[in-house]
């Protein structure tokens, strides 16, 4: 049983986490396009271009697993891009370039490819760091501290009044918000487990009652319809 939920547990990782990174990618492009500057645009473009080839590692591992599940429960577990907003990896107000002032950006960039790192620390510790996985996963924790600092350098190139308490509540904000995903998602996992057999009763007994209803007399077969009162239902 135990194992069985340390399974669970890594398919519910690998899902997120393909997620979370597709929804960075989806951000990257956006800057990029909205990029008044050849260097700016290159830049969001490799970044992009990482967080795509990320989320391919990510689907490889969640495939992996989602092999050893039973059809229906793999399902589940399916990769959709649809999936981004309501989870919360990207807006429904738009991509943030386009509703973040540019400096607001960067911080954002710059504190969440830092905690990106620090969520790969414990999926390297899911996966163990001598398998193959682990080295993927230690690439893709390498490329989250290059975008560090690449965020890092391009602040105290453009903005060198800003200071660290302004990054560290842009961490602490992002922090907060991470979490409120989480708890979003396990909580609606655990609603539809409660909530769907409630559905399937409300079901059972809809359709229980209309087997019961005589509609003998809602039979107009033959019948000219023109010769019906006004105020029967036809």
Not at 11 to 31: D, Q, W
Not at 77 to 88: C, V
Not at 142 to 154: F, I, P, S, V, Y
Request: hydrophobic share 35%.
């Amino acid at each position: 049983m135990k194992k069985k939920t340390a399974h669970v547990n890594q398919l519910n990782v690998m899902i997120e986490t393909a997620c979370a990174e597709f929804g960075s990618a989806l951000e990257m492009m956006a800057a990029c396009k909205n990029s008044n500057k050849e260097t700016f645009a290159f830049g969001y473009f490799e970044h992009a271009k990482d967080e795509y080839d990320h989320t391919n590692s990510f689907l490889s591992m969640l495939a992996k697993r989602g092999e050893a599940e039973p059809p229906e429960k793999a399902r589940e577990y399916r990769f959709s891009p649809t999936s981004l907003i309501p989870k919360g990896y990207v807006s429904q107000d738009g991509y943030l370039i386009e509703t973040m002032h540019i400096k607001d950006f960067i911080a954002y960039v710059y504190t969440n490819e830092l905690l990106a790192k620090n969520s790969f620390d414990k999926i390297l510790n899911l996966v163990k760091p001598h398998t193959t996985e682990g080295k993927t996963i230690q690439n893709i924790m390498n490329d989250e501290l290059r975008h560090h600092g690449l965020a890092e350098k391009h602040f105290l190139k453009y903005y060198p009044r800003l200071q660290p308490w302004q990054l560290r509540l842009y961490q602490f904000r992002e922090t907060i918000k991470n979490h409120g995903r989480k708890f979003y998602d396990k909580n609606l996992k655990f609603l539809d487990k409660v909530l769907t057999p409630v559905y399937h009763s409300m079901a059972f007994v809809a359709a229980k009652t209309i087997s019961l209803v005589n509609l003998s007399e809602f039979d107009r077969k033959g019948i000219n319809l023109m010769d019906i009162q006004s105020k029967s239902v036809v």
